[in-house]
């Protein structure tokens, strides 16, 4: 007979798995809408016990206030838009609540048993490397792609280099947050090889909004890191090489990458920006699409600008909350990197707010690249959240404070 007190002791085992499951699939699951229902199968049903316990524990959170006031408000939205669609708000509506519960999830995890959730981080970087050095194995073991000036192109549930560039730029970040908290080259070797992978696999994808994004990230996370002295050096020898060696012995890559040139999207940002003005306080909507056609080109249905997007879908007011909600996460990155002596977090910030310049699309989404760029450190920072935020050189460090 399954006992309460056994139930208790089996739960978090479960939902971590859960948790788990979900990260893997964005790397072998062989369909986004698979992906999606992964996570509305084995998270969702274990994460709504967590929504009660999180939103209490979250409440005076700025952070948490803020993202529950940019959702709901982007969701309010479709209720102006030029055409009422019931079916796209009750879409968005979910992924919603799937984004609350993600926030809680992790802020339970974390907080049951923060040692056993930072091992399960470093084991995501081990399998995005295998699955990256797998991609990479596959796709120019064709003979139609050439290595290297053939665009590496994911399989799985990515559909796009700049979607999978762009979640492993996260990882990457994460790798190198690994090898810096290590206290010898050995130990910090694991992580430095999963950086590098990453930095390959996205610059074999040929984003170049990506790839400038990931070396200025790394090289911040290097320098204002406080812990691994001894292995720092190295691991900015590494990657210096690694960027002037890609640079030099793969040429084809850059000129393969710079014939695609700016890929229209100064055109697109112009109309973007000229529809955005036709609704500037409150904007479009969330449910409509953004439609940008130009002649003899196919339809464009994204912004390709995430700032762009929220304000073309929620106006001043929907931009406004949004980056009042950047301001928030990098305050707090910043005082957790000072608490616990690690900067990985606000690194994966600013990487995020530097893609975004060029890519992401609206943030109310199913799983895509987008839930590892901006929900995921924000999970992590409100899971990190003490009520405090102080950034005085005398906080101490709390038990198990192993930053990601």
């Known amino acids: 007979m399954i006992t309460r007190q056994r139930l208790k002791t089996v739960f978090p085992y479960a939902l971590l798995a859960a948790f788990a499951l979900f990260h893997c699939g964005y790397f072998f699951m062989p369909d986004y809408s698979d992906h999606y229902r ?7 049903p274990l994460g709504v016990f967590t929504l009660v316990a999180g939103f209490r524990q979250l409440r005076d959170a700025t952070l948490f206030r803020l993202i529950l006031a940019y959702i ?4 309010c939205t479709a209720f102006w838009a030029h055409e009422m669609d019931w079916y796209r708000l ?3 509506t979910t992924i919603g609540l799937y984004l609350v519960t993600l926030i809680t999830v992790t802020h ?5 048993n923060r040692q056993l ?3 399960l981080i470093c084991g995501l970087v081990l399998i995005s490397s295998f699955a990256a ?3 990479m194995i596959y796709f120019y073991s064709s003979v139609d792609n050439a290595f290297p000036a053939a665009r590496l192109w994911p399989y799985g549930s990515l559909t796009n280099p700049n979607e999978f560039s762009n979640i492993y730029g996260v990882f990457a970040i ?6 810096l908290r290590a206290e010898s080259l050995v130990e910090a070797l694991p992580g430095g090889i999963a950086a590098l992978i990453a930095l390959l696999l996205i610059w074999l994808g040929q984003s170049r909004t990506a790839f400038i994004a990931l070396l200025l990230a790394l090289l911040a996370l290097t320098c204002l890191s406080s812990r691994g002295r001894r292995a720092t050096h190295w691991i900015i020898g590494l990657i210096s090489v690694a960027g002037l060696s890609l640079t030099l012995l793969l040429p ?7 014939t695609r040139g700016t890929s229209l999207r100064p055109q697109i940002w112009l109309e973007i920006m000229r529809q955005a003005l036709e609704a500037p306080i409150f904007g479009h909507g969330l449910t409509p699409n953004v439609a940008v056609k130009f002649e003899n080109i196919r339809l464009f249905e994204t912004a390709h600008n995430a700032y762009l997007q929220v304000f073309w879908q929620g106006g001043v007011v929907g931009l406004g909350l949004f980056l009042a909600v950047l301001a928030i996460a990098l305050r707090d990155a910043w005082a957790l990197g000072r608490r616990e002596g690690d900067m990985t977090v606000l690194c994966i910030l600013l990487f995020t707010m530097m893609v975004m310049l060029t890519g992401v699309d609206t943030l109310i989404e199913r799983p895509r690249d987008q839930w590892i760029l901006f929900w995921f450190p924000i999970s992590l920072l409100l899971a990190t959240w003490d009520g405090e935020h102080t950034t005085r050189e005398d906080t101490p460090l709390r038990p198990a404070a192993n930053a990601y």
Do not use: H, T
Request: proline share 0%.
């Open 252 to 258: 084809e890559v850059i000129d393969e990458a710079m």
């Open 117 to 119: 959730f930072d091992r």
């Open 72 to 75: 709901l408000y982007l969701l």
């Open 133 to 135: 050095a797998c991609n």
């Open 38 to 44: 992964l996570f509305g199968r084995f998270v969702l």
């Open 174 to 179: 994460l790798a190198l947050g690994w090898a």
């Open 90 to 92: 009750g879409q968005k």
């Open 108 to 112: 339970f995890l974390v907080n049951w």
